[in-house]
């Protein structure tokens, strides 16, 4: 299995520009999260999905967020307009099954520095 | 809300022993451990289910008070592929399921 899959891996914007994140899960893996990592936070837990539907969004920092997964295969994450202080790096995870007996899959990343 | 992890950081020779903890201000249902290499991804150690639950991973255990809402995660001989970040995870009893929320993490380091 290729795991999961994430682009771009790094992405350099200026504040005000509209950043597109993508994700492609486990085949299979029923639950697919997005994580934000900084070194002040830590890694936050933005959105998570269960087959395809949002079930808890209240991690999303502000309207500026938004995700969406129109299928089980693909999910984006999108910041517009973005601001220097969304400078982090995103991680998309997923995870075959509910809660306590299933691991999170993480993806490479993708590094964003917004200028 | 987040688990507390201390200590924040630790340094370490090759071979000693070092022990994490994780504590939460909720019940929790299930505890997971993390460790992530400087530029890399968080990778899975294990999930940890039952109060006073313990597993192991070669010298890498851990154990779940579900009593006292903590959790340790011990690492003895440590060898230096051991060095990291290690994070703790949670799922609460009564959050929506599947929801796990990370401790800020201790950065682990090993000399030779």
């Known amino acids: 299995d290729a795991g999961v899959i994430q682009s771009p891996r790094h992405e350099v914007t200026e504040m005000g520009q509209e950043v597109t994140l993508r994700c492609k899960p486990i085949?299979?893996?029923?639950?697919l999260f997005w994580y934000r990592q900084t070194m002040m936070r830590g890694l936050e837990l933005l959105i998570y999905?269960?087959?395809?539907?949002?079930?808890?969004d209240s991690g999303m920092p502000e309207d500026r967020f938004s995700a969406k997964m129109p299928n089980a295969s693909f999910s984006t994450l999108k910041i517009q307009p973005s601001e220097p202080r969304d400078s982090a790096v995103y991680f998309c995870?997923?995870?075959?099954?509910?809660?306590?007996?299933?691991?999170?899959?993480f993806g490479e990343g993708s590094r964003l520095t917004v200028l | 809300q987040q688990p507390v992890q201390s200590p924040q950081a630790v340094i370490l020779r090759e071979g000693e022993d070092a022990v994490i903890n994780c504590s939460s201000s909720?019940?929790?249902?299930?505890v997971h451990w993390y460790r992530q290499k400087h530029g890399e991804a968080p990778v899975f150690l294990m999930i940890?289910?039952?109060?006073?639950e313990q597993k192991g991973h070669e010298k890498i255990s851990a154990s779940f008070n579900e009593k006292k809402q903590q959790s340790s995660l011990y690492l003895t001989a440590s060898q230096l592929s051991y060095s990291g970040t290690y994070f703790c995870?949670?799922?609460?009893?009564?959050?929506?399921?599947?929801?796990?929320?990370f401790g800020s993490g201790t950065r682990l380091s090993i000399r030779p």
């Open positions: 999905f269960n087959n395809n539907v949002p079930i808890d």
């Open positions: 085949s299979g893996h029923d639950y």
């Open positions: 995870a997923s995870r075959a099954r509910d809660r306590g007996t299933g691991e999170l899959f």
């Open positions: 909720k019940a929790l249902y299930s």
């Open positions: 940890l289910l039952k109060g006073g």
């Open positions: 995870g949670t799922e609460g009893r009564y959050s929506s399921a599947s929801k796990i929320i």
